[in-house]
């Protein structure tokens, strides 16, 4: 799980406090120069060496370092905690505001300290070999600096890039960086650079570190992933100070300030020369949030204004009804002069009054909305990490619930990632499992369990458990760890045959590649003869077959005809169920013999004897189908994008449930997918991406661009009614653009990246897909327990304020006084959201469809719901408060004196008020219209604590309260009579229930999603930057000339039809010239020099930017492009290649080009919008 977490900029678990330097320290070497040697490959990089330095030791000399010893010193420092927040103990107002305060802000501080504690204690974990003072260590990949020289052998995660030393055989695997799955050979001579995050698969050796932190290949990755954020202010304040420094060693620490003076242009990869720019753009990138508001915030937010707005109305109305009152009864009906005596009497009159209103007010506002969202959402986070759900952004959680589509890895998330032996053909039976050992002929297993253990890499073994109940690690090559699973489920051991023959004994090895697709082991027997071992393809071994081993242990001929037989009952049936076939056979050299030659490949692999053919595949997860039924009956698509092949792929998602036989979806391959959204300019159109996503069900060999491609298609999509709402899961490098696309990423915790965590929103410490569905379950829930919040505190809202209101105009004093009101708004605000927003989920949640986008937080039932209990509270509370004095025979309190003790009747009233409350809050438990609102209300322990602890309160404050309660003591009677007409309310919502919603045509929803258009233009483009107001005029001046002068274009070619004779539409519709094409490119070239000076250029772009703006008028996303038409970029782009796709060239993505009537219609609509993102985009695809 801590793969590269020295790379990783955002985690801050371990700081080294460095000395830094600008370069006219003692080192002769630059940190820009030692970035634009990593950032070359292969053949130039050793050219640049041998240039530059002579070679790697001179760039030991030169870093003060030699293979044995290592500069610089480093102190490891900690951040300092954050500090406690202290009780403020006050007035009863403030109490409610400082609940909400603290408990929010707690949360969020303990959630940001338990994921730092988590990574601090990863990165802790993570040990690397480098040699210092001629010693062989281990050190926390954290403290490693420039200039140490690190021991890499087989297995390693590289934590820090460096140039190669000395290296055996030394193979590494740099698909988390390129996503090329073969291996590249690392030598001196011919590719001697070593990046970080990538892995060694082969041999062993010795390299010199260059680059560490951000300035390493995975750390550039990281910043334009916009993880550096954090760093960005502390680097701002080092950068001042650092000119007057030496530089002592530790030359690049990973949280080292950052701009060195000729290497301003960190942030990207990308040469520019206008570095500095491109620096500032990508840190604004950096502090953007990351994604539009969540829906539920969007929701709430809207709610909460309009509920504000209406609690402000009534509080004035209500403060203005009583003074007016006041006065004139005062001075006009009872003629009372103005006495200036009095005058301090009438004051506090007025301060009552103004008392009142707030009273109003601060019921009327639920400010606990937002808490509710914070501890539902922080209280399903601490519940989803049980469930293998590590949750980075909050409001990914939520988003989960309405997820429509989760577009899933296929191995290690639906297969085990575990290459497994399910069936075998051996002495001519073909067993559907691992057959029994007593079942084999001697002869033949002894054959088998020898070839098998030899003819693997002695590097791939199978180690026990981690912990107890887990299953054997494989180490090395998958294929070969399956196959000696397959010695250990024939109850041998592999081991005991390498002790035997160790790997010098070997005499001779044909390793695996691509091109033999077969792997050979010649053994020197000791009477003089030789015996070599094969294994490979079926396809491929079987041809060289002359012989099999039958079922009596003997070998026989083994014909051509023979051989179709075999393909045909054993090789198709195994491959259409999506196992691969592997092919093991022999040969034996006979003593006498003159010896082979061994050089000769073709002659010695021949003629072999086929012991057995075993079928291998990864198997799939027995606990996902299950899951992916859950999910299709909860209204979720799940679809595989794998680079497997696509029978493999099509045989898995079968198995999962993906595909069901007889229905109709797609299967496609990575290139047919695109053969098939792109038009004939190799352009990606939408409306093409719209005919395939919908039936689409598995994308076999997809490139990690596929994917982004995919994903960004369907969210963009306006196929149907909701926006869909896509969840992706992926573990490399690569998947990080898509990642950051969805709008739930899930990263993988054991296989992923740091990079795709980083750009994920929740991490699958499992890696397995019933964990997403989990994550499902608690969004949903995270959504109704809001609403059940929702639906408990607006009806009080209701109750509380008509109360105030009503009571405050006929009797010139609220029934509620204002102590009670904030008891009344403690209950349900913070209670009440703590009770109702920690309800557990249950399966039942995964039965109905997702929400949507646009869905209102507040249903027609439950609108049903609160107007009805409104209405029996307002009942209840107005007959005790008008009628109440003759009921229970007591004194009234209406119309009682300024300074009065509190009377019986109003206690009453108040004690009613609040056990309806209570009560009603199991009620809304249930949002949909449910009957038994007691079910699974005990496994709820916090409910039941809140209800009975909020019942003794009640008790303490009405009994002891006294005057500052406004209470007056009890009898049991009255007690009684108020828990009887609390209790009504649970009967009264047995029949509100039972009316149908269906009937009550009148009632309106509440609560609706932010709709497209009311986003402002900023807070849709994804990638849009936080620019000033000076940038922004300057923008709006660009604007308005790209507006100028598409009209003046318009203008020429009306001008041009007319002269023609043509239509104005055919003028319009005419595609431009080839030469006016390249006039017009020019033109914006021209422009983005001028005008864009400072700002952007094309080629200083990150690769992740973004140019669509616009919602009917998509440009592509520039991001991962497959280059179809016109690569003129890709050249200046190739030593930057692994990490950032080439960007686009000005005309690559405009889906437009063809300039149509409503092309132009669109543009100017787009140059008048409100964005200032890519105002650019528009001139560009006018033109």
């Known amino acids: 799980m801590g793969d590269m977490a020295n790379n ?17 320290g003692d080192f002769g070497i630059t940190l820009a120069e030692l970035r634009a040697l990593m950032e070359l490959r292969s053949t130039d990089a050793l050219r640049k060496i041998q240039e530059s330095y002579g070679d790697v030791y001179g760039i030991c000399t030169k870093l003060k370092t030699s293979p044995n010893e290592v500069c610089g010193e480093v102190s490891v420092g900690e951040e300092e905690g954050e500090g406690e927040t202290g009780w403020i103990e006050g007035a009863a107002i403030l109490l409610s505001v400082v609940c909400v305060v603290l408990v929010t802000a707690f949360n969020d501080w303990s959630k940001e300290k338990q994921f730092r504690g988590l990574q601090s204690r990863i990165e802790q974990e993570q040990k690397f070999t480098v040699i210092r003072g001629g010693q062989v260590i281990q050190i926390p990949v954290a403290d490693i600096t420039v200039g140490d020289i690190a021991q890499v052998k087989y297995g390693d995660l590289l934590p820090a890039d460096g140039i190669l030393i000395q290296g055996n055989d030394l193979k590494i695997d740099e698909s988390s960086l390129t996503g090329e799955s073969d291996h590249v050979k690392k030598t001196l001579d011919k590719d001697p650079l070593l990046l970080s995050g990538t892995h060694v698969m082969e041999g062993s050796g010795r390299m010199v570190v260059t680059a560490v932190g951000v300035n390493s290949q995975t750390g550039i990755i990281f910043t334009l992933l916009g993880a550096g954020g954090e760093e960005e202010e502390k680097k701002d304040e080092k950068k001042k100070e650092k000119k007057n420094k030496k530089q002592d060693g530790a030359v690049e620490n990973r949280n080292k300030a950052k701009a060195q003076d000729g290497a301003a242009m960190e942030m990207q990869p990308l040469k520019s020369e206008e570095g500095g720019d491109g620096d500032e753009k990508d840190k604004k990138k950096a502090n953007l949030p990351k994604k539009e508001k969540s829906v539920l915030q969007g929701k709430l937010t809207k709610l909460a204004v309009q509920i504000g707005k209406a609690g402000l109305l009534m509080s004035a109305i209500t403060v203005i009804i009583l003074v007016l009152y006041f006065v004139i009864d005062t001075f006009w009906v009872q003629k009372r002069p103005w006495l200036a005596e009095c005058t301090p009497i009438y004051i506090q009159y007025f301060v009552k009054f103004f008392i009142i209103g707030v009273t109003v007010l601060v019921v009327a506002v639920p400010e606990g909305l937002p808490l509710a969202v914070t501890i539902s959402l922080a209280y399903s986070v601490k519940k989803m990490m049980k469930d293998n759900n590590l949750v980075r952004h909050l409001d990914a959680c939520e988003t989960m619930g309405n997820a429509t589509a989760i577009c899933s890895d296929k191995t290690g998330t639906l297969t085990m990632n575990r290459m497994t032996v399910v069936q075998a053909y051996i002495n001519e039976k073909h067993y559907k499992k691992v057959p029994d050992p007593d079942a084999i002929p001697a002869n033949i297993l002894s054959c088998l369990v020898t070839g098998i253990s030899v003819n693997c890499a002695y590097t791939s073994k199978i180690l026990p458990p981690e912990r107890e109940g887990g299953l054997p690690r494989h180490v090395g090559n998958k294929t070969e760890c399956a196959l000696l699973g397959l010695v250990l489920d024939l109850k041998r051991d592999y081991q005991d045959v390498r002790n035997e023959i160790p790997e010098e004994a070997l005499y001779k090895v044909y390793t695996f590649n691509s091109v033999r697709k077969s792997m050979s082991t010649v053994l020197k027997n000791s009477d003089g003869s030789y015996r070599i071992f094969s294994k490979g393809a079926s396809e491929i071994i079987l041809k060289k077959c002359f012989k099999i081993l039958s079922a009596n242990g003997e070998a026989k001929v083994f014909r051509p005809r023979d051989r179709d037989d075999i393909v045909k009952t054993v090789i198709e049936p195994m491959a259409s169920e999506g196992l691969r076939t592997i092919c093991l056979a022999f040969r034996d050299f006979p003593a006498g013999e003159p010896e082979p030659e061994w050089d000769n490949e073709n002659d010695i692999v021949t003629g072999l004897t086929c012991i057995a053919v075993v079928g291998i595949e990864d198997p799939v997860r027995p606990e996902v189908p299950d899951a992916i039924r859950k999910c299709q009956r909860a209204g979720i698509t799940v679809r595989m994008v794998t680079g497997d092949n696509i029978n493999t792929a099509r045989a898995i998602a079968t198995k999962c449930g993906i595909l069901h036989p007889g229905e109709d979806f797609l299967c496609l391959e990575g290139k047919d997918f695109n053969r098939r959204i792109r038009n004939e300019k190799g352009e990606i159109e939408q409306e093409r991406i ?453 960007p686009p060239s000005p005309n690559k993505n405009n889906n437009a080009v063809d300039s149509g009537i409503h092309l132009i219609i669109e543009m100017n609509k787009s140059a008048t919008s409100s964005s200032p993102g890519s105002p650019l985009h528009s001139l560009e695809t006018s033109l």
Not at 8 to 24: F, I, P, Q, T
């Open 690 to 1142: 719209d005919k395939i996503w919908p039936k689409l069900r598995v994308l076999a060999r997809s490139s990690p661009t596929d994917k982004h491609t995919l994903v960004k298609g369907i969210i963009d999509s306006t196929v149907s009614e909701q926006r869909q709402v896509v969840a992706v899961t992926g573990d490399g490098t690569n998947d990080g653009p898509a990642l950051k696309k969805a709008d739930v990423g899930f990263a993988m915790g054991i296989a992923g990246t740091d990079v795709a965590k980083e750009a994920s929103d929740i991490i699958l410490t499992d890696d397995n897909f019933t964990s997403i569905v989990k994550a499902v379950m608690w969004g949903r829930n995270v959504y109704d327990s809001i609403s059940k919040f929702l639906q408990f505190q607006l009806t009080v809202n209701v109750v509380a304020v008509i109360v105030a209101f009503t009571g405050a105009c006929i009797t010139q004093d609220s029934p509620l006084k204002a102590v009670q009101m904030l008891w009344v708004n403690l209950i349900m605000d913070t209670l009440a959201s703590l009770a109702l927003a920690t309800e557990p989920p249950t399966e039942s949640l995964l039965l109905r469809k997702p929400y949507g986008r646009n869905k209102p937080l507040i249903s027609r039932t439950m609108m049903k719901n609160i107007l009805g209990h409104a209405f029996y509270q307002l009942v209840v509370v107005f007959t005790l408060l008008f009628a109440g004095e003759k009921f229970f025979d007591i004194d009234s309190g209406r119309n009682a004196p300024l300074h009065a003790p509190p009377s019986e009747h109003y206690t009453i009233v108040f004690n009613t008020f609040v056990l309806m409350q209570l009560f009603n809050e199991i009620n809304a438990r249930k949002i949909h219209g449910e009957r038994n609102v007691f079910e699974g209300i005990f496994n709820n322990a916090i409910f039941c604590t809140i209800v009975l602890g909020t019942f003794v309160v009640q008790i303490i404050i009405v009994q002891f309260g006294g005057k500052p309660f406004s209470c007056s003591e009890l009898s049991i009677e009255q007690w009684l009579w108020s828990i009887f007409l609390g209790m009504g309310t649970l009967l009264w919502g047995q029949l509100i229930s039972t009316i149908p919603t269906s009937r009550l045509k009148f009632l309106k929803e509440a609560g609706h999603g932010t709709q497209k258009e009311e986003i402002p233009e900023e807070e849709l483009a994804e990638d849009v930057e936080e620019i000033d107001h000076a940038e922004r005029e300057l923008r709006r001046g660009q604007i308005l000339w790209f507006r100028g002068l598409n009209r003046i274009q318009t203008q020429m070619d009306v001008v041009n039809a007319f002269q023609s004779g043509s239509t104005i539409q055919g003028a319009l519709r005419r595609q431009p010239s080839i030469a006016s094409q390249h006039h017009d490119i020019r033109v914006v070239n021209a422009f983005r020099s001028s005008l864009y000076e400072g700002l952007e250029k094309p080629e200083s772009r990150s690769s992740i930017h973004n140019f669509m703006t616009h919602p009917e008028f998509r440009i592509e996303d520039s991001e991962p492009h497959i280059p179809l038409i016109d690569d003129t970029d890709a050249e200046d782009d190739a030593p930057t290649k692994r990490n950032s796709s080439p």
């Open 8 to 24: 990783s900029v955002a985690y801050s678990g371990v700081k080294n406090s460095l000395k830094e330097a600008n370069h006219d």
